[in-house]
């Protein structure tokens, strides 16, 4: 860990300023505010965008302010580790005529878990608040379903966002986005699942499976057709080899299907009819005669696509089988092919990390070019209307423009939905893995002692774990997968070693969205949200429970809990924009907050009765909870509510730093931070400058330190965690052959 001083000084330098009139792509570029005067509201009101209310003067200036104003002791933290796991499968769901939901994009990952991305306005503001918008989407991490190694493989959506997934462990999942579980789960009867495809209609699932058969799902009833099931209707016949992928034609009659034996299949999709069988020829291995692999197919109106373990992408005629045009643009194994909806544009990509274009032109197909994709293989490709994404071994989801090809794209990196780290004002830290929490203790920095490690949990669960939560007595920890929520008790030895001591109950806590521990010293108390949106609080360390609230009319997944500092409030905000405050004293539903019309990311409490909620259009709102209406300085400053910040960003975190007459705010997000003064006036509205290196995984307040400058003893620790490092632990990429090596 480094400790430096933050400054934020608000005087700009030549290079500063030279850097700031150069042009940058906006997706590099960080507007830093300091102070903005009249006559920059003035201008703003003038301009295009959102409309600006215009606040009341400044008070004082940044150059006469006392110390902790400027700067600020920063304690940067990276011995804890972070490692997301790579994408396996991507995509995107279909509306439905009976419900229309907003774009999703679900993304499978190699630990087993499956997130589900949702497209957003991609906004942002320049330096005169004025808003700008883009017109493809930026993408929200809102949902995140707690797997196991091996579990999700492929995915595959169904008509009303009905999201299926399958693995090496060969069993078929189907999952809720609303509860985020298990709704239904089926074995393959085949052994290990390699591909999944849902018919057009919605009607049915196949699945390609290890040893040589696709088996076709029936996902309604057939007496009710209304009723969703996930029952085997039929077996295909077997095939030589194991079958690597499966999909339809688009009039469902006719499924598809590769194999690792160098073939491409058709069989009818009702009577299991062979209509055809196509034999790959050995093109880079002729002597040793070992067919290709097909690893994926795609089946457009009368051509069939198909990419193999040679680097070729093929396309044959549906009818026929014979071969129209193949193509060596990769150097390496093709594993994804993807069609757009017209059928005139198909995309592959594979083991080179190349995605490649091709276009139908008459009755031909030619290469028109290619773009090479992050660092490692690609392992998926999805498209919807104008959207391509693509998924990599590298942990990074890439947007392309289908129209505009060329267009430079945009990655979305894999940074958590909730922050793997919590930490208490002493010092005490809290880290998560995906099966095991680790304990940390940060020293005195000035002293030479930086940190250590206290102990390790490693817990047996079901899946993957989710929530986790530390009380600031430092006496708790807790934690959920997707059975059940625990509840650790720690014993202190002088401050330096720790017994942990699991709490039991004669039933266990059921599984736990989000959890978080009360703040008195004595008498702690634990909050969690179960996955029906049931409020839950209970009592420590007897777990007896205190109150239970129940969920609202619409289910929806909480996105984020927040308790006030004397233990009186609790609030909740799910992803229907709803959030609703209890009292924690008499256990009653208190008030619901007006929604606002974009998504929110986080909430938290600025002071007793104010909260703060933060959007995915970068704007901030203030709300007292005792009055229920908006903070006034959510009311008189509308523009200090914006925050400057990258297109796709989002605010994952809040933090308050205690002050006795300025208060600040701290919201961070996966790579820039922003630190704004509140005490009830209009204020300017300082930002952090330092940007840290890829990203962070969380930042809290700790107290203790002795620095005259840090404003109260106030040091700012932040987690960081370079996505070089993630890089750096990841398998070998694809060697290229570079000229005179």
């Known amino acids: 860990p480094t400790r430096t001083k933050m400054d934020v000084d608000s005087t700009p330098t030549a290079a500063a300023a030279k850097r700031e009139a150069a042009p940058k792509p906006w997706r590099?570029?960080?507007?830093?505010?300091?102070?903005?005067?009249?006559?920059?509201l003035a201008?703003?009101?003038?301009?295009?965008?959102?409309?600006?209310?215009?606040?009341?003067?400044?008070?004082?200036d940044l150059d006469q302010a006392p110390p902790s104003e400027r700067s600020m002791p920063l304690h940067r933290c990276r011995f804890v580790t972070w490692n997301p796991s790579s994408v396996e499968a991507l995509a995107f769901n279909r509306p439905s005529e009976r419900q229309r939901h907003q774009l999703m994009l679900a993304v499978a990952r190699a630990s087993g878990d499956v997130e589900v991305w949702t497209a957003c306005p991609a906004v942002f503001y320049d330096s005169s608040y004025r808003k700008h918008s883009l017109g493809s989407p930026a993408w929200h991490k809102s949902r995140r379903m707690l797997g196991s190694q091996g579990s999700a493989h492929v995915v595959a959506w169904g008509e009303d966002d009905r999201l299926f997934?399958?693995?090496?462990?060969?069993?078929?999942?189907?999952?809720?986005?609303?509860?985020?579980?298990?709704?239904?789960?089926?074995?393959?009867?085949?052994?290990?699942?390699?591909?999944?495809?849902?018919?057009?209609?919605?009607?049915?699932?196949?699945?390609?499976?290890?040893?040589?058969?696709?088996?076709?799902?029936?996902?309604?009833?057939?007496?009710?057709e209304s009723v969703p099931s996930l029952t085997l209707a039929r077996t295909?016949?077997?095939?030589?080899?194991?079958?690597?992928?499966?999909?339809?034609?688009?009039?469902?009659?006719v499924l598809y299907a590769g194999s690792d034996k160098g073939t491409v299949q058709a069989w009818h999709a009702e009577t299991g009819e062979s209509l055809l069988v196509v034999t790959l020829r050995t093109h880079t291995r002729p002597r040793a005669q070992v067919p290709p692999i097909v690893w994926c197919i795609a089946a457009l109106r009368d051509t069939i696509v198909s990419g193999d373990s040679d680097g070729r992408t093929q396309f044959w005629d549906a009818s026929t089988g014979a071969l129209q045009q193949e193509f060596a643009t990769h150097q390496a194994d093709v594993l994804c092919v993807a069609a757009d909806s017209t059928g005139t544009r198909v995309f592959s990509s594979g083991v080179d990390n190349d995605v490649a274009l091709f276009m139908r032109q008459g009755g031909t197909w030619g290469y028109k070019q290619k773009k090479?994709?992050?660092?490692?293989?690609?392992?998926a490709l999805a498209i919807t209307g104008d959207v391509l994404a693509s998924g990599s071994v590298d942990t990074v989801v890439t947007q392309f423009s289908v129209s505009d090809f060329a267009a430079q794209p945009a990655s979305w990196y894999p940074f958590p939905m909730q922050p793997p780290v919590n930490m208490t004002s002493s010092g005490l830290i809290l880290s998560q893995q995906l099966h095991s929490l680790d304990l940390w203790r940060l020293g005195n920095f000035e002293a030479g002692d930086k940190y250590r490690h206290v102990v390790e949990l490693q817990i047996q669960a079901l899946s993957n774990i989710g929530g986790i939560a530390l009380s600031t007595n430092e006496k708790y920890v807790a934690c959920s997968d997707i059975s059940e929520l625990r509840v650790f008790l720690l014993r202190w030895d002088d401050n330096v070693t720790c017994q942990v001591r699991k709490l039991k109950t004669e039933k266990p806590l059921p599984a736990a969205q989000r959890v978080?521990?009360?703040?008195?010293?004595?008498?702690?108390?634990?909050?969690?949200?179960?996955?029906?949106?049931?409020?839950?609080?209970?009592?420590?360390?007897?777990?007896?429970?205190?109150?239970?609230?129940?969920?609202?009319?619409?289910?929806?997944?909480?996105?984020?809990?927040a308790i006030s500092a004397d233990d009186h409030w609790l609030a909740a905000g799910d992803l229907n924009n709803a959030i609703h405050i209890y009292d924690l004293t008499t256990f009653k539903h208190h008030a619901a907050v007006p929604p606002y019309g974009s998504q929110l990311t986080t909430i938290g409490f600025f002071d007793a009765n104010t909260l703060v909620v933060a959007c995915t259009d970068h704007q901030l709102f203030l709300w007292d909870v005792q009055t229920q209406r908006l903070h006034d300085w959510s009311r008189k400053v509308v523009y200090a509510s914006k925050l400057l910040m990258p297109v796709g960003e989002q605010v994952v975190?809040?933090?308050?730093?205690?002050?006795?007459?300025?208060?600040?705010l701290l919201f961070y997000s996966h790579t820039c931070l922003h630190r704004i003064a509140i005490n009830g006036r209009p204020l300017r509205v300082p930002a952090l400058k330092n940007v840290l290196h890829a990203g962070f995984v969380d930042a809290h307040f700790r107290s203790g330190s002795n620095n005259a400058d840090s404003g109260g003893g106030h040091e700012l620790v932040v987690f960081e965690r370079p996505f070089l490092g993630v890089l750096l632990g990841l398998p070998k990429p694809f060697a290229r052959k570079v000229f005179g090596r």
């Open 653 to 664: 975190g809040i933090a308050v730093e205690a002050h006795p007459t300025r208060p600040h």
């Open 28 to 40: 590099r570029e960080l507007v830093e505010v300091i102070g903005v005067d009249q006559a920059e």
């Open 43 to 60: 201008e703003a009101d003038e301009g295009e965008g959102d409309a600006f209310m215009k606040g009341e003067p400044f008070e004082g």
């Open 516 to 561: 978080l521990f009360t703040n008195a010293a004595e008498g702690t108390r634990c909050v969690f949200v179960t996955h029906d949106g049931t409020l839950h609080v209970v009592e420590l360390p007897s777990l007896k429970e205190l109150a239970v609230f129940e969920p609202a009319a619409s289910l929806a997944p909480v996105v984020s809990l």
């Open 165 to 224: 997934t399958a693995g090496l462990s060969g069993v078929i999942i189907e999952w809720s986005v609303s509860t985020l579980l298990p709704v239904r789960t089926s074995v393959s009867y085949g052994g290990a699942v390699w591909g999944l495809s849902v018919s057009h209609n919605g009607n049915q699932l196949a699945v390609a499976c290890d040893d040589g058969g696709v088996r076709v799902f029936d996902l309604y009833n057939t007496d009710t």
């Open 372 to 379: 090479r994709v992050g660092s490692h293989d690609v392992r």
């Open 236 to 253: 295909l016949p077997r095939k030589q080899g194991r079958l690597m992928c499966v999909a339809w034609s688009p009039d469902d009659t």
